[in-house]
């Protein structure tokens, strides 16, 4: 994101660990996760936080859901009241599963709030590829002012009002990722696949549409564009944890070969907490959980699935 906005001719501070940070000052690109792409002269790595702050009027934040709480900890002495937050982390509250819109308020206070989300494999992204997002802010004129920090040639920025959906399905699409690289694992074919792509955006329009979320924001990028992406290329980290899952490895294993964060692991259990407490039937995500948490073996929860009684196909 910081190379999208930056090429774009806006001075961006980038933040990050200061050992990371040292590393991308010197090479003046990222040769761990994006070899080969140099930075433009107006992306600017710093590992100080409050001079970023300080000299930036929008910050977007893109850390993995895990490292929310203490960014905005971080961050609370440094911003006025008054500072808009956006964020491209697809994930929930680590603490209670919640919305990150709602962990901000509850850290920092009402604001005006706006969330990045579509399907956008990083690599691509940085390599200008064509790329369309979502920008959905709680104040319309400030989605438009950031999707036009982002818009160009390459990368489409389409606006929205819609938070709650938004956020949702940026979340549970990464657990569907896993269940569908489980059923390629498994060897389970392309019609397996697209069932369960299909009946997984089912699971997810009743929860966001139950969690206030819009059933259109389902049908456009943060939705269905977004879950086809993840659960068809081999790109998404949570798919591959999926495909280490089937061949037998464990969570920690999966991980350790993947070498970055997994978010649909953690927003499992979160999103089969919300499915709960909202009353939503999403027998795909409870399968998934149990892989996950309660030792189910992957083709156990598969049987499980084409085991459930006949019905009428509903939404």
Not at 36 to 61: K, M, N
Not at 100 to 118: D, F, H, K, M, Y
């Amino acid at each position: 994101m910081a190379l999208v906005l930056s090429r774009n001719g806006i001075e961006t501070p980038l933040w990050g660990l200061p050992e990371e940070i040292a590393l991308l000052q010197r090479e003046r690109e990222n040769r761990r996760y994006l070899p080969g792409i140099p930075f433009p002269e107006t992306l600017h790595p710093t590992a100080d936080l409050g001079a970023a702050v300080t000299h930036s009027s929008d910050l977007l934040i893109a850390v993995p859901s895990g490292a929310f709480p203490t960014l905005l900890a971080q961050l609370h002495p440094l911003l006025s009241s008054s500072a808009p937050i956006a964020w491209a982390t697809k994930g929930l509250a680590p603490d209670h599963g919640g919305l990150l819109s709602t962990l901000i308020e509850q850290t920092l206070g009402p604001r005006t709030l706006a969330v990045l989300s579509g399907p956008t494999f990083a690599n691509e992204v940085a390599c200008g590829l064509p790329t369309a997002i979502t920008v959905a802010a709680n104040a319309p004129e400030y989605a438009t002012r950031f999707a036009q920090y982002l818009h160009n040639d390459t990368f489409r920025a389409y606006t929205a009002s819609d938070l709650i959906g938004v956020q949702i399905g940026g979340s549970a699409k990464n657990v569907m990722a896993i269940g569908a690289g489980i059923a390629d694992g498994l060897g389970f074919g392309a019609n397996a696949r697209a069932a369960l792509i299909t009946r997984g955006l089912v699971e997810i329009i009743r929860l966001g549409v139950a969690m206030g979320g819009s059933r259109e924001t389902f049908m456009g990028l943060a939705g269905i564009g977004d879950l086809v992406l993840t659960c068809t290329d081999n790109q998404s980290r949570n798919r591959r944890m999926g495909l280490a899952l089937a061949a037998g490895n464990t969570i920690e294993q999966a991980r350790a070969q993947i070498g970055q964060a997994v978010e649909g692991v953690t927003t499992a259990q979160a999103i089969h907490r919300l499915a709960q407490q909202h009353a939503v039937e999403m027998p795909i995500t409870e399968q998934i959980y149990r892989v996950l948490f309660q030792g189910l073996h992957p083709r156990e929860a598969v049987n499980q699935l084409l085991e459930r009684a006949q019905k009428a196909e509903r939404l």
